[in-house]
């Protein structure tokens, strides 16, 4: 099983952009889709979720900016991010999660929001 995330960048404060994540050996379609982040000397955070049915979890500091989104499937899960500020600058982690026994990590990208 393997995730791989992609998009990340160097974007100015009040950029945008669009991580995604894909899957080899499971089918996402199928787990908790979640993505977290982790900024240097920080704990890794979660910073968005979405469930088998559709329902989803915001950090509360990107509400209003990030949306987590399904593409179907067996496609790659999204993560939209407006208005980015400093402090989302991190390494973002894709995780899908079914139960303590399947859940899988991606390596991680890094996400950097400068001037």
């Known amino acids: 099983v393997q995730l791989v995330e992609s998009g990340g960048d160097l974007v100015q404060p009040g950029g945008s952009l669009t991580l995604s994540c894909v899957a080899s050996?499971?089918?996402?379609?199928?787990?908790?889709m979640a993505w977290y982040r982790q900024a240097p000397g920080k704990e890794r955070e979660l910073v968005a979720s979405?469930?088998?049915?559709?329902?989803?979890e915001y950090l509360d500091s990107v509400k209003g900016r990030f949306t987590i989104s399904r593409t179907g499937a067996k496609n790659p899960t999204i993560l939209q991010m407006n208005n980015l500020k400093h402090e989302d600058t991190a390494v973002y982690y894709c995780?899908?999660?079914?139960?303590?026994?399947?859940?899988?990590w991606g390596q991680g990208t890094q996400v950097t929001v400068s001037s």
């Open positions: 050996g499971i089918v996402l379609g199928a787990y908790r």
């Open positions: 979405v469930t088998v049915g559709g329902e989803t």
């Open positions: 995780n899908a999660y079914l139960n303590v026994y399947h859940d899988y």
